[in-house]
C-alpha cells in the first residue's frame, strides 16, 4: 500500500502504519478530515484514530501528492469530485464548490478526503461466472449499493471471461475503465489481473469509449463499471445491437429499484439484460441473488473442492449453466 501512505506527511503515515498493522486486506477506507480524527473503515467495522487531528496544512500536503503540485492537471477531477491514483485507489473529495454556470465547475478548500481502497481478490467470481453463461455469455447488470463489492466482482468475472474457465474457452475482453478502477493502470498497462484477451481503454468516458473499443478492438464482450445516464444507456444498445455481450454495473439495492429509473427504461422495454447478480447491501462481496430475465433467482453456490487455479483451467470440471 505504499501509494497511499506516501501520500500522508510525517509524522501521520507512521501512525496511520501503526494503527492499520497487518490488516490492509481488510481495510475498506480511510476518511481524513480537516480538523477531526481520522476514520478508518474496515469489513469488521469502524475505527478512529482519536489522538490524529490533520490540520489545514496536512490536507494542503495531501492534495499537492495527488497532484504533483499541479491542481491544474486535476481540472477535470476535482470537477468530478474524485481522484484516482495508481492501484486503482479512488480518492473522493468534499469542500467549497465553485460553480459556472450553475454547473459544477471545481471543488476547492478541500476538507474531507475519502480514501476507497481498491482490493484485487482472485476467485471473487469463482461462484457465479457459470450462471452467466449459457450457450454464450448473457448480457448481464451486477447490482449493489456502495462498497457492496461490485468492481471487485466485475475486475475477477473480466478475468475468467478472458481466459477461460472450465470448458468454456477465453473471449475477446474490451473493458472501459473511466474511473481507472477496474484495471488499476499505470500509463495504460493494467496492474490487475484482467485475464490474458482483454483489451482496456483507461480514463475514457464510458459512453463514447464503448463505440471506440468496437470499432478498434472487435471485443466478444464489453465491460463496463458504474453505469448511470441516458448516454451511457444508449450506448449500451448500440453494443448489444452491434452483437456485443455486455456485463456491467449499477449502484442500487435490488432489481425493481432499477427497473424504476426512467434512464433504464429502454433497456427494460427491450430486454437487453438475460441475467442480474445482486449482491448483499451490508457484506462486501457477497452474492445474494442471480436472477434470470423473468425475475427467477437461480443461483446455487457450488462447493468448491478444488483449488481456484486448477477450478478456472480443468476442462473436466464444470458447474450446471444456469438451466433448470
Given at each position: 500500500?505504499e501509494?497511499?501512505?506516501?501520500?500522508?506527511?510525517?509524522?501521520?503515515?507512521?501512525l496511520?502504519?501503526?494503527?492499520?498493522?497487518?490488516?490492509?486486506?481488510?481495510?475498506?477506507?480511510?476518511?481524513?478530515?480537516?480538523?477531526r480524527?481520522?476514520?478508518?473503515?474496515?469489513?469488521?467495522?469502524?475505527?478512529?484514530?482519536?489522538?490524529?487531528?490533520?490540520?489545514?496544512?496536512?490536507?494542503?500536503?495531501?492534495?499537492?501528492?495527488?497532484?504533483?503540485f499541479s491542481?491544474?492537471?486535476?481540472?477535470?477531477?476535482?470537477?468530478?469530485?474524485?481522484?484516482?491514483?495508481?492501484g486503482?485507489?479512488?480518492?473522493?473529495?468534499?469542500?467549497?464548490?465553485?460553480?459556472?454556470?450553475?454547473?459544477?465547475?471545481?471543488?476547492?478548500?478541500?476538507?474531507?478526503?475519502?480514501?476507497?481502497?481498491?482490493?484485487?481478490?482472485?476467485?471473487?467470481?469463482?461462484?457465479?461466472?457459470?450462471?452467466?453463461?449459457?450457450?454464450?455469455?448473457?448480457?448481464?447488470?451486477?447490482?449493489?449499493?456502495?462498497q457492496?463489492?461490485?468492481?471487485?466482482?466485475?475486475?475477477?468475472?473480466?478475468?475468467?471471461?478472458?481466459?477461460?474457465?472450465?470448458?468454456?474457452?477465453?473471449?475477446?475482453?474490451?473493458?472501459?475503465?473511466?474511473?481507472?478502477?477496474?484495471g488499476?493502470?499505470?500509463?495504460?498497462?493494467?496492474?490487475?489481473?484482467?485475464?490474458?484477451?482483454?483489451?482496456?481503454?483507461?480514463a475514457?468516458?464510458k459512453?463514447?469509449?464503448?463505440?471506440?473499443?468496437?470499432?478498434?478492438m472487435?471485443?466478444?464482450?464489453?465491460?463496463?463499471?458504474?453505469?448511470?445516464?441516458?448516454?451511457?444507456?444508449?450506448?449500451?444498445?448500440?453494443?448489444?445491437?452491434?452483437?456485443?455481450?455486455?456485463?456491467?454495473?449499477?449502484?442500487?439495492?435490488?432489481?425493481?429499484?432499477?427497473r424504476?429509473?426512467?434512464?433504464?427504461?429502454?433497456?427494460f422495454?427491450?430486454?437487453?439484460?438475460?441475467?442480474?447478480?445482486?449482491?448483499?447491501?451490508?457484506?462486501?462481496?457477497?452474492?445474494?441473488?442471480?436472477?434470470?430475465?423473468?425475475g427467477?433467482?437461480?443461483?446455487r453456490?457450488?462447493g468448491?473442492?478444488?483449488?481456484?487455479?486448477?477450478?478456472?483451467?480443468?476442462?473436466?470440471?464444470?458447474?450446471?449453466?444456469?438451466?433448470?
Open positions: 500500500m501509494e497511499i501512505i506516501k501520500l500522508f506527511p510525517n509524522p501521520i503515515n507512521k496511520i502504519i501503526h494503527e492499520i498493522g497487518n490488516r490492509w486486506t481488510s481495510l475498506q477506507e480511510i476518511r481524513f478530515r480537516i480538523s480524527p481520522v476514520e478508518l473503515i474496515f469489513d469488521s467495522g469502524i475505527e478512529w484514530i482519536n489522538r490524529l487531528y490533520p490540520t489545514e496544512d496536512d490536507g494542503i500536503h495531501l492534495l499537492n501528492q495527488l497532484s504533483q491542481l491544474y492537471r486535476l481540472e477535470e477531477e476535482l470537477r468530478e469530485g474524485f481522484i484516482t491514483i495508481e486503482g485507489h479512488r480518492i473522493g473529495l468534499s469542500g467549497r464548490v465553485n460553480t459556472e454556470n450553475g454547473c459544477v465547475k471545481a471543488i476547492k478548500n478541500i476538507s474531507s478526503f475519502n480514501i476507497r481502497i481498491a482490493k484485487e481478490k482472485i476467485g471473487a467470481a469463482r461462484s457465479v461466472i457459470p450462471f452467466l453463461y449459457d450457450e454464450g455469455y448473457q448480457n448481464t447488470l451486477i447490482i449493489g449499493p456502495p457492496s463489492g461490485k468492481t471487485t466482482l466485475l475486475r475477477d468475472t473480466t478475468r475468467l471471461i478472458s481466459s477461460g474457465w472450465g470448458k468454456v474457452l477465453a473471449q475477446k475482453t474490451g473493458v472501459i475503465d473511466e474511473r481507472s478502477e477496474i488499476g493502470s499505470i500509463r495504460g498497462i493494467p496492474q490487475h489481473d484482467l485475464g490474458i484477451r482483454t483489451d482496456l481503454l483507461d475514457c468516458p459512453a463514447e469509449g464503448m463505440m471506440m473499443m468496437i470499432r478498434s472487435s471485443p466478444e464482450v464489453l465491460v463496463v463499471d458504474e453505469i448511470g445516464g441516458e448516454e451511457d444507456v444508449k450506448a449500451l444498445m448500440e453494443a448489444v445491437h452491434a452483437g456485443v455481450q455486455v456485463i456491467c454495473t449499477v449502484h442500487g439495492h435490488t432489481l425493481d429499484e432499477i424504476r429509473r426512467p434512464s433504464f427504461l429502454p433497456l422495454q427491450q430486454q437487453t439484460f438475460r441475467r442480474f447478480i445482486v449482491l448483499e447491501r451490508h457484506s462486501a462481496g457477497i452474492v445474494r441473488q442471480v436472477l434470470n430475465n423473468t427467477e433467482n437461480i443461483y453456490k457450488p468448491s473442492g478444488k483449488d481456484e487455479v486448477d477450478w478456472g483451467y480443468d476442462s473436466s470440471y464444470s458447474y450446471k449453466l444456469g438451466r433448470d
